[in-house]
Each structure stands twice: as C-alpha cells, then as structure tokens.
C-alpha cells in the first residue's frame, strides 16, 4: 500500500541554524501539505502546496519557513533560523484531487526537530 | 478564529464497552469533519470522515453529525485495548485547500 515518506525520523540542530525536512507524497497526489505538533499539544497547519505554489499557510508559516519541489518526488520544508520554539513533531501529508478518498489526507510518520 | 474543541479525558472505559468521544467546532461554513486515531508518538491515521448531517457506520466505529448544533462525535462499540490512543477531531472549512484544523484530542483508554 503507498504511503507517504519522511525524512529523518528525528533531527537535532542548534538554534540559529537551517534545516530541510523532506517528504516523498504518495506518487499521484497533488495536494502536500505541512502540519506540526508540539508535543502535548494539538496538530496546528501550516501550509497547503498546489501546482507548485503554496496554496494556503497560516499565520505560523513567517518568512522563516518556505516549502519546496524540488524534483517530481520530494516535498521539503526549510526553516531557515530555527528557535527553540520550533521544536515539534513535523508531519508531512498529501492527497489527491479527484475519486473516491480525495477528500482524506494521508500522513507521514514525521520527523522529530529538536532545537538546542 | 476557527476553533474545534474536545475534551481531553482521560475517557476510561471497559472492554466491550462503547466509548463515546465528542468535538464542537465554532466555524458554521465547515463542510467535512474527520476522526483520527493517533498513538503516543506517531502520526495521525484516519478513521472516518462525515459531511452529511445523522449517522455514518464503518465496521465497530459511527461518525454522528449535527450540523445545526455544530457537533460531531464517534462511537466505537465493543472496544479493544488496541483502540487506546488519542483521537483527534479535524474539519475542514470551505475553500479547496483542504485544510484541516485539528482539536487537541480525547485519550482514550480500553481496561482489559
């Protein structure tokens, strides 16, 4: 069964540094997405890609953050300086556009940023 | 600012019981509204998902929707202690984005 993919599983960075969290979406989804969850609190959106642009982003998605795809597979969120604040479970999600289960977002397991 | 609320539990209830897990959401636009089920420290997997208002049935899981009252709530019957996780309410608004505004999740715990 296809699944969405992400990578790492977990990443440490210093405050102050860039990171790129990467997705592979299911192969025909259209629709990608970016939640976040830090920890003991709900999943919060963040931002919404479509025919290669972002569609929608929340308040949360500043400058600091942009998305990418970069090649027909990868899905990546960049955060240029990261803060303390940023450390949250990142989950990567797509889904298609037409049939039957277009309107169900599949998740990916998520990478695990810690900033120290 | 849209809103979904849900009590956070811990709901505790015996096996083979029915567990009733409920969610209110604040904006009156919303079209679909989901269940997901997600286990300390992994993503969040769907169970089912309502757009109409009344009852929709999925194996040992209903979806109950009131659109007029802005509620929507999930009934697992006969419930494992497999089902012990956190589940999450989402909706989705209008527009096509599909995005989902998550409440912060019932614990659910099943006691052998």
């Known amino acids: 069964e296809p699944e969405v993919t992400q990578t790492p599983s977990h990443q440490v960075t210093q405050m102050g540094q860039e990171v790129i969290l990467r997705c592979v979406p299911i192969?025909?989804?259209?629709?990608f997405y970016w939640y976040r969850q830090i920890l003991g609190q709900k999943v919060e959106f963040l931002v919404s890609?479509?025919?290669?642009?972002?569609?929608?982003k929340s308040e949360i998605f500043d400058d600091q953050f942009s998305v990418e795809r970069p090649d027909g597979s990868n899905f990546t969120l960049k955060i240029r300086s990261t803060k303390l604040e940023d450390s949250a479970m990142y989950f990567c999600?797509?889904?298609?556009?037409?049939?039957?289960?277009?309107?169900?977002?599949?998740f990916g397991p998520g990478t695990r940023l810690t900033v120290l | 600012q849209k809103e979904v609320e849900q009590n956070s539990g811990p709901l505790s209830v015996p096996e083979g019981a029915i567990a009733s897990l409920n969610c209110t959401y604040s904006d009156r636009g919303s079209q679909s509204f989901f269940w997901y089920r997600q286990y300390s420290g992994k993503s969040p997997e769907l169970i089912m998902f309502i757009y109409s208002n009344g009852d929709k049935e999925d194996g040992r899981f209903t979806a109950q929707l009131n659109k007029a009252s802005q509620y929507v709530s999930l009934l697992i019957r006969d419930s494992q202690p497999s089902d012990s996780a956190t589940y999450l309410c989402?909706?989705?608004?209008?527009?096509?984005?599909?995005?989902?505004?998550f409440g912060k999740g019932t614990l659910l715990t099943v006691n052998p």
């Open positions: 890609f479509y025919n290669n642009e972002i569609s929608e």
């Open positions: 989402a909706v989705k608004g209008g527009g096509s984005n599909y995005k989902l505004t």
């Open positions: 192969s025909n989804h259209l629709y």
């Open positions: 999600a797509s889904r298609r556009t037409s049939g039957s289960l277009y309107n169900e977002q599949f």
